[in-house]
């Protein structure tokens, strides 16, 4: 076995039960990760009705366990490491309101699970699925106002609030602020 | 520190210029309240020269004039083949054209959008009639015909690097230049490749895939090419990966030798030929042995910068970056060959010497930046040394021969460590600021990118100063458990850097090796990113990262002229003369790198920790620049 194996497999998470091949993850089928959450905002043919949420994703709000055990898994598994305290680095910054694939807690999972080709690395397999949900849920977190209004000094998102099913209310994009829509 | 420094009126009008309270305009980039930069670290805070300075002579400037030596030095042709100029690494233009009686007529000449806005980080080069510019990721290659005043584009090169190499680079997407010889431009891309390319055509001649993006491994580096030989280094400090050099053939680009910088003596390639000039560097296979066990397969030691070469001795030198984690608690010892320099054989890769700048270092501090070849009087007579603008806070003045430390002066801000014991060569570690778990150690000078980073100094023969473009910035820190995962960050520590003494973030200083004291000081608000040129003409060109471009006098620091350009300034300049027989000067602009990532990343500025404690004490970039990417050329009116 590598060095590297043997250090990966010293992580005391409590993951990847043995060895160093790659174990499905529990849960869906490969190929059921990408239901309800579009990652682009233009629907050919004229806007449908919005996208449901990934109904994976509903035991994940309100849950102030969720995001505590996420904070944690995201310094563990290194997301700190590119992405800090939510402020970016390697990565993009978390706790504003820019999202390249996506801001909801679902389109989040997706990102984390799948990896995107401008460096995210794609995590399935290498972490259960439900803390996958976890750390979603925690970098959810991160840009609501209840957990930016709990940050003190220069280091943010230590104290994180669960995410509000109502806050991911929208059909995974939605149009900015003031748009003026079209006169019906 | 803040006492020595001999600060002219001219330069205080023009140096730093804070934003006025209540002055920033709330930018629609982030809807959020911006806290402040953090307050300066007082002057009582950091130790002065006259404390920790430590030389085995006094001054003796009698005895000779300080040159490059003239093999790795030689007259200047007016191109600009490499991103040190030469082998000596002067980054010095002979050329006299501008001075400081007409440089305020310098005007742009040409301009040309390099299509990428990120941080840009490399020397235009100047072979014959032709310009090459390498770019951020994704590395694109141009090539500009200068016989025509416009400079028309003749060809552009894209490599096409894996895009996901963007999630390995530690601090930005940068790329320090390319290297030209026989007839070849080769450069290297992020995605860890050295490609050759025909510099009259541009098409390939050949590719070698030299690191590994799942392992960590990038390439932000400029080559060096050496007789038949092309040089290459690699990144991914903040990855765990196991540093190295390697040699490439020119003609086709297979591996030479390499060397790595951890690990058993034979891929350390250290054997009958190597003579450390200190006892703490010998011993048989220290790069295993000052480890924990096995830790020296992920302990860094990469090398992203430069390289020197003396064609005398045939020996290269260069240095070794930070050990990995930066927790430090997780790898006791000496951590070799990490945070080092080394002097090798060219031909073979061979050791010859090798000296410790920060044992076991705490801090983050690398040890890859430029070295200076210079001849110059130390103890009543010439001696061959190399200069080194180090990353701990010290010029070191090293005999190139042997490795040992003639002196060692701090310039910028420390007290994270007392000094150099000259006898035994060791950083004498101040207790007091090292670090640990769970603990925030507050106010250690330099901070994490050090009293200077990668950006390049340049010397003058003429004035007998190195121009050093630097930060003057300390930082607080606290070690955090580090896991190791490939292909993720492996550091272990939050930042928070903050202004040094004084509140100013940057500082140009013409430092004088014999005296071994600054001759004249700089102050500026930001921390100077850029490198620096020395030229013929007296005049010392360096751009800030709010996007000025500045001519000041060599003599005595003088602004002669600047210029606001489209984006913030980290490249490096170069001043060439043209077919027509004029002295030109070029630079690009593109901020970014470690300091500039909070624009060219689009960071938070709430996060005092982002891009590993930098975000903090740059709050106020994104008021003062954005993103861009553009080369400049400016020449006087003719």
Redo the contacts between chains.
């Keep these: 076995m590598s ?2 194996c043997r ?2 497999l010293a ?1 005391a998470l409590g993951l990847l039960a043995a060895g160093c091949h790659r174990k499905p993850p529990p849960g869906p089928p490969a190929g059921a990760a990408v239901t309800g959450a579009p990652v682009s905002g233009l629907i050919p043919g004229g806007a449908g009705p919005p996208a449901g949420i990934d109904p994976r994703a509903l035991p994940y709000y309100d849950n102030a366990d969720a995001v505590v055990q996420g904070m944690r898994m995201y ?4 997301c ?3 992405h ?10 978390l ?4 999202w390249i694939y996506g801001g909801r807690l679902d389109q989040i999972y997706n990102t984390i699970y799948q ?1 995107r ?5 794609a995590w399935r397999g290498r972490i259960p699925d439900q803390q996958i949900w976890q750390i979603a849920a925690y970098v959810r977190s991160m840009s609501l106002p209840a957990t ?1 209004a709990a ?1 003190t ?5 230590q104290h994180p609030a669960p995410v509000p099913r109502e806050a991911d209310m929208h059909g995974g994009w939605q149009l900015p602020p003031g748009t003026i829509g079209p006169a019906n | 520190m803040k006492t020595t420094l001999i600060l002219l009126a001219s330069i205080a009008v023009v140096g730093a210029m804070p934003l006025a309270a209540g002055a920033v305009m709330d930018f629609p980039l ?3 309240a911006q ?1 402040p930069v ?1 307050d300066a670290v007082p002057a009582d805070e950091v130790f002065t020269r006259e404390q920790i300075g430590h030389a085995l002579a006094p001054p003796t400037p009698g005895a000779g004039r300080t040159v490059a030596p003239a093999a790795a030095a030689p007259r200047d042709d007016g191109q600009w083949l490499m991103p040190a100029k030469n082998y000596a690494a002067t980054r010095y233009s002979a050329m006299n054209e501008i001075n400081p009686s007409n440089a305020r007529n310098l005007r742009e000449v040409f301009s040309f959008s390099l299509g990428v806005n990120k941080g840009q980080e490399a020397a235009p080069l100047v072979v014959g009639h032709m310009m090459y510019v390498v770019t951020a990721y994704p590395n694109y290659l141009y090539a500009l015909d200068l016989t025509h005043p416009e400079a028309p584009l003749k060809w552009r090169f894209a490599p096409d690097p894996v ?8 601090c930005d997407v940068v790329n320090r230049g390319a290297a030209y010889a026989d007839g070849k431009i080769v450069f290297n891309t992020l995605d860890g490749q050295t490609i050759a390319v025909d510099a009259e055509s541009g098409h390939q001649v050949w590719r070698a895939q030299l690191g590994d993006i799942n392992r960590g491994e990038t390439i932000t580096m400029a080559p060096l090419i050496v007789g038949n030989h092309v040089l290459v280094g690699d990144s991914g400090g ?1 990855f765990g990966v196991r540093g190295w050099l390697t040699a490439l053939n020119l003609a086709d680009g297979s591996i030479a030798w390499r060397a790595y910088h951890t690990g058993p003596d034979r891929d350390v390639l250290i054997g009958n030929d190597f003579h450390p000039f200190y006892a703490a560097d010998r011993g048989t296979d220290l790069g295993v042995r000052t480890w924990p066990a ?1 830790h020296w ?2 302990g860094g030691g990469t090398m992203w910068a430069w390289i020197a070469y003396d064609p005398t001795t045939q020996l290269i030198f260069y240095g070794t970056a930070n050990p990995g984690p930066w927790n430090s608690e997780e790898r006791p010892g000496d951590n070799k060959w990490t945070a080092g320099i080394f002097a090798r054989d060219a031909r073979t890769g061979a050791a010859r010497w090798f000296y410790q700048f920060s044992p076991h270092d705490e801090h983050d501090y690398d040890a890859i930046n430029e070295q200076i070849l210079l001849d110059m009087p130390f103890g009543g007579r010439m001696r061959q040394v190399l200069v080194r603008m180090e990353r701990n806070g010290y010029v070191y003045v090293i005999d190139r021969n042997s490795g040992q430390v003639l002196s060692a002066d701090p310039f910028g801000p420390v007290n994270s460590s007392r000094g150099v014991d000259l006898r035994t060569g060791r950083l004498i570690v101040n207790p007091a600021k090292e670090t640990h778990l769970g603990q925030m150690v507050r106010d250690i000078c330099p901070t994490a990118s050090g009293a200077k980073d990668w950006n390049p100094s340049s010397f003058s023969p003429r004035t007998g100063l190195i121009y050093i473009p630097h930060e003057n910035l300390c930082m607080d820190w606290e070690n ?1 458990e580090a ?9 272990g520590a ?1 930042v ?1 850097m903050k202004p040094g003494p004084g509140g100013h973030r940057g500082e140009l200083t013409a430092w004088d090796p014999v005296m071994r004291r600054p001759r004249w000081t700089i102050r500026e608000d930001l921390p100077i990113w850029s490198g620096t040129v020395a030229t013929g003409g007296d005049v010392v060109f360096y751009g800030t990262m709010d996007g000025l471009f500045k001519a000041v006098d060599a003599r005595d620091g003088h602004l002669l002229w600047q210029v606001r350009l489209d984006s913030g300034i980290i490249g490096q300049p170069v001043s060439y003369r043209g077919p027509d027989g004029h002295q030109y000067v070029a630079i690009l602009t593109g901020v970014g790198g470690w300091s500039g ?1 909070i624009v060219s ?12 404690g930098f ?2 004490t740059m709050r106020d970039l994104p008021h003062r620049t954005t993103p861009g990417g553009t080369l400049h050329v400016f020449a006087l009116p003719h």
Excluded: W
């Design positions: 060095s590297r250090i990966e992580l310094k563990q598994m290194n700190a490491g590119c800090f305290n939510g402020g970016g680095g390697i990565g993009p910054a706790m504003d309101d820019v990896g080709p401008n460096g995210m690395p930016l940050n000094g220069d280091t943010p998102s | 982030r809807q959020t806290p953090p895009p996901a190499s963007q999630g390995v680079a530690c903040e096995d397969r992920i955090l896991n190791y995962i490939s292909g993720t960050p492996y550091v939050e928070h990532a990343g689009a960071l938070d500025p709430r996060d005092g920790a982002a891009a590993l975000v903090g």
